[in-house]
């Protein structure tokens, strides 16, 4: 399913994106579980465990930004996370075992859809060793119209960026005037439905707002090598152990050495990112910041 070109590319660059992973059914299957979810949001006015909504949202017009834990409202959902297709491109990037951090979502409807600030996802869930990825699941095809993903290569392997606001509370987002780097260079993960984008906990990563006329859906599924522990601890050991994807699980965390910055103090608009980020400074707002370089 991944090729030994694409796994260079993901340790080079920091991300890769693989077609044909999802298979048709099953992203059909969750293309209707997510229509349904869509139209339950009528019913609800404010965010809930379920539903992250669009400014705007109204019963009339639903905008959904974002599922929560689709793994834990759909058995579709886990269901791919353990299948035999994406399980072995887990192993061939993070090794013989490994554990589901998280799960959400995302969604850019037609004409709006949230952008995402640059920010890199190592920031917001610091571990023992960075052996950490995110899978995005493209429920349709993903182009830089619809707001694809964009990873800035080679990210993955500098520092952890400061993602503070100006009041010293995390934000979740980085200042991308101080920051120092060429957005330019980015990098779209561009695909057909049913591929998969594979990028490294440590790679700044962002994505704009949805300017076509197509949707654009991204399952996110957060993968962690097993021996990879959470700096902030574990909360509920019994749903951690729940999470292990496959191999064997192990109580003896492995230490490996990068750079960390603790989401502390904790962000004042508390929520998802989209709420993180609120209190931080736009990049994506702006037409003419978007990066320009082509998807590989």
Not at 2 to 11: A, L
Not at 276 to 288: I, M, P, V
Request: hydrophobic share 35%; aromatic share 10%; net charge negative.
């Amino acid at each position: 399913m991944i090729t030994t070109q694409q796994i260079q590319q993901y340790r080079d660059e920091g991300a890769v994106v693989v077609p044909g992973v999802l298979d048709e059914a099953t992203r059909l299957r969750m293309k209707s579980v997510l229509a349904d979810w869509v139209e339950g949001s009528r019913e609800v006015t404010a965010h809930t465990d379920l539903y992250d909504l669009e400014p705007g949202h109204t019963a009339a017009d639903p905008r959904v930004r974002r599922i929560k834990k689709p793994h834990l409202a759909h058995p579709v959902f886990y269901e791919f996370a353990r299948s035999k297709a994406l399980t072995d491109c887990l192993r061939a990037l993070l090794g013989p075992s490994a554990r589901l951090y998280g799960s959400k979502l995302n969604l850019k409807a037609p004409g709006f859809g949230s952008p995402v600030e640059w920010h890199q996802d190592w920031a917001f869930y610091p571990h023992t060793n960075d052996d950490i990825l995110a899978v995005g699941v493209m429920l349709d095809d993903t182009t830089l119209e619809n707001g694809a993903m964009y990873v800035l290569p080679g990210t993955h392997t500098g520092p952890t960026y400061d993602h503070h606001g100006a009041d010293g509370y995390f934000c979740g987002a980085m200042d991308p005037d101080t920051s120092g780097l060429d957005f330019s260079k980015a990098v779209a993960c561009e695909g057909p439905a049913g591929s998969c984008s594979f990028h490294h906990v440590r790679a700044v990563h962002g994505s704009a707002q949805n300017t076509s006329a197509k949707p654009r859906g991204l399952v996110l599924y957060e993968v962690a090598a097993v021996d990879s522990f959470p700096l902030l601890g574990v909360s509920n050991y019994d749903d951690f152990k729940s999470r292990l994807l496959y191999g064997e699980e192990t109580v003896q965390p492995r230490f490996r050495e990068a750079p960390v910055r603790m989401p502390l103090p904790p962000a004042k608009n508390q929520g998802s990112i989209y709420e993180n980020q609120t209190a931080g400074k736009r990049y994506f707002g702006f037409a003419d910041n978007a990066p320009v370089r082509a998807a590989t």
